[in-house]
């Protein structure tokens, strides 16, 4: 994994105008590889993708109006014009948005196509561990615990995790010839009525 170069530990809070231009699935497609492989092209990325470049460089430069991505000036040689993840990751609270339609409707999307993309995540996990080595078969956990606690108990619990997880991200990449890219979801949530 890449991470960003210029300023690898960086989190954007999202105001309305970002989350209403990020709450698009190509958008979101194109921020995540950034992050996650470093600097590319609009070509290179409308590749990946399956889409056509004009397309791709349309979307890049509506990130780029929200302060999500930026020119890469150590890539290119005049010709290509490269792209970077400003930040390494985004965070927003919903409770910012509640007399925004247009900005609500962004956050139902966002956390939507999150949650779809966690289920994917989990999925191609659950097809492939049965060909992951018994040392990465017992290292993976899938957990659901149930607790009884106020808000900001819950909000005091996700920083603590938060803050652990952020420690192993501050360390050098393993490279051990088993390392692997690892996913972790982090879900905390008050228990659904109709989940009881």
């Not at 470093?38 to 990946?48: E, I, M, N």
């Not at 949650?115 to 993976?140: F, K, N, Q, T, V």
């Amino acid at each position: 994994m890449t991470r960003p170069a210029h300023d690898p530990e960086s989190v954007v809070h999202l105001d309305a105008t970002q989350l209403r231009a990020l709450a698009h699935p190509l958008r979101m497609r194109l921020l995540a590889r950034l992050r996650r492989e470093g600097p590319a092209t609009a070509s290179a990325l409308a590749r990946r993708f399956g889409t056509n470049s004009g397309q791709t460089s349309y979307h890049l430069r509506q990130l780029a109006e929200a302060g999500l991505v930026e020119d890469d000036p150590e890539h290119g040689d005049g010709r290509d014009r490269w792209w970077r993840a400003a930040h390494e990751s985004t965070s927003w609270s919903s409770t910012e948005f509640v007399d925004d339609p247009d900005a609500k409707a962004a956050d139902a999307w966002l956390l939507g196509h999150l949650i779809r993309r966690h289920g994917e995540s989990l999925g191609a996990w659950l097809d492939e561990r049965e060909h992951l080595p018994a040392a990465w078969m017992s290292a993976s956990d899938l957990s659901d615990l149930w607790l009884v606690m106020t808000p900001e108990r819950l909000k005091a619990m996700s920083a603590e995790l938060h803050a652990v997880i952020a420690r192993y991200r501050a360390e050098p990449p393993d490279t051990a010839p088993d390392a692997r890219e690892v996913t972790v979801h982090l879900h905390a949530f008050p228990t659904a009525e109709s989940d009881r």
